[in-house]
């Protein structure tokens, strides 16, 4: 069955024959239909893109009951839309691009995972969304293939979730707003290497809610493959982030090689394993070494012990913020540009005795997702990203939001979530 979709920011809408989906999960209409069906709230979806797609077909169609339905549903649609000619399949909305759907290939690893035994759940056992998810096996994306440090994030956050890997961090994004997964689970800073920049302009652009954050301590590998030896090594591939996280131990390991980056860390193992490449290592983890098959030349190479990457989980909604435990609260705003407004700003909270444990600045680009964007475009203007020590439900930070409005021509709550306290 082909079928394609366009997404606006609010809407789904199909248009033919091919899927919006990552390169490296492919689905089937199938499948997507089956999401949808165990979700009550995609009716109003079914609704929107049922009537989107062609007036005539409106009051034809309901929400499918049974899986049959459905693709007999998703049939007459490709039917009518090919007589329209291919529908609105030219209107592609902030620079998505179609994929050819694939025949479903299961992406869980949940099996694997719990026979690897990954460390201990966390717990997010504070507000209902939360709640109505622990235990379920809802679809959590993340950026990589199986064995990155990202679905090893995605597993300890929600622990009998199942993971859909994701080519970009820009698809995971899409994948929750499609409805394609419940949660995103993507990383924003490492303790050695600083902020994932990408993803602060993705939560900028994206309409997704931070409704946790989960630590995830990263102990890298050197892998190459079995019979290959240190001195065999002319290049070393990974994730930017891992390259950087190694730079000081690649050279005392005296390697003459050179360093490439790729999509991620996992990626660069299956790389070498399906070329069978002999001079390159990658950096990726000891489950990526097991998964792809590859030899362990070194094992913990990151330049400190202490190697942490902090990642967010995404969804549609945000969770009720609560003060039952601590909380952390993300923000982003732009400032008036006035002398002094980026320090009245931080003042606010200072002055309530509230924390700030992240601040990041990013060029302003163009008009943010939600909010009333009121950026007076010039060269080297910024966003500044905040993450402070308190729920929304707390009166300081509300007193603190209050005032940082008075200074601030743009400001977004990108999500109130509770802390994760591991050590
Ligand atoms: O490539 C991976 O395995 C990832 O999960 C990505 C990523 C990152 O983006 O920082 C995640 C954790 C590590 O810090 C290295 C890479």
């Known amino acids: 069955m082909e079928l394609k979709y366009l997404t606006s920011s609010s809407s789904i809408v199909f248009t033919g024959r091919a899927l919006l989906l990552p390169k490296c999960c492919v689905y089937n209409a199938e499948r997507l239909v089956r999401a949808s069906l165990s979700n009550g709230h995609v009716l109003h979806e079914w609704k929107t893109l049922c009537a989107t797609i062609n007036g005539q077909v409106e009051s034809q169609v309901t929400k499918p009951k049974s899986l049959k339905e459905a693709v007999d549903l998703i049939s007459r649609l490709n039917k009518v839309d090919q007589g329209n000619g291919g529908g609105d399949a030219d209107k592609v909305v902030d620079g998505l691009s179609f994929l050819q759907v694939g ?10 995972l719990a026979a690897l035994n990954l460390p201990r759940p966390l717990s997010i056992s504070c507000g209902q969304v939360s709640d109505t998810l622990r235990g379920t096996s809802i679809r959590v994306a993340y950026q990589g293939v199986p064995g990155a440090y990202s679905e090893a994030a995605a597993a300890k956050a929600y622990p009998n979730c199942e993971t859909v890997p994701c080519d970009q961090f820009e698809v995971a994004f899409q994948s929750v707003e499609l409805w394609i997964a419940e949660r995103a689970v993507l990383p924003v800073e490492n303790s050695l290497g600083g902020s994932i920049h990408r993803n602060y302009d993705l939560l900028l652009r994206h309409h997704l809610h931070i409704v946790g954050e989960v630590q995830l301590p990263v102990k890298h590998c050197l892998l190459a493959l079995p019979g290959v030896r240190l001195s065999d090594i002319r290049r070393v591939i990974s ?3 891992a390259l950087s996280q190694c730079e000081n131990t690649l050279t005392r390991l005296g390697l003459q090689a050179a360093r490439e980056a790729v999509d991620d860390t996992a990626g660069a193992a299956q790389f070498i394993a399906e070329n069978g490449i002999r001079d390159t290592a990658a950096i990726a983890s000891s489950r990526a070494a097991q998964i792809y098959g590859m030899n362990v030349l070194a094992e913990g190479i990151q330049d400190d012990c202490n190697n942490v990457t902090r990642f967010v989980m995404l969804a549609r909604e945000p969770i009720i913020p609560k003060l039952d435990r601590p909380f ?3 923000i982003v705003f732009a400032t008036e540009g ?20 992240k601040i990041e600045s990013r060029p302003q680009r163009r008009k943010a997702a939600g909010g009333v964007c009121n950026i007076k475009k010039r060269c080297f203007e910024y966003l500044y990203y905040i993450d402070f020590e308190a729920s929304m439900a707390d009166q300081r ?5 209050r005032e940082v409005q008075e200074f601030t021509s743009f400001l977004r709550v990108l999500g109130s979530y509770p802390m994760d306290m591991a050590p």
Do not use: C, D
């Open 103 to 112: 025949n479903l290939v299961p992406s869980t690893q949940r099996s694997e």
């Open 239 to 241: 994730h930017p982030q």
């Open 328 to 330: 952390k609260t993300s």
């Open 338 to 357: 006035t002398t002094g407004s980026l320090f009245k700003v931080l003042s606010a909270f200072a002055f309530r005795n509230i924390n700030l444990t």
């Open 397 to 401: 930070a509300q007193n603190a939001m």
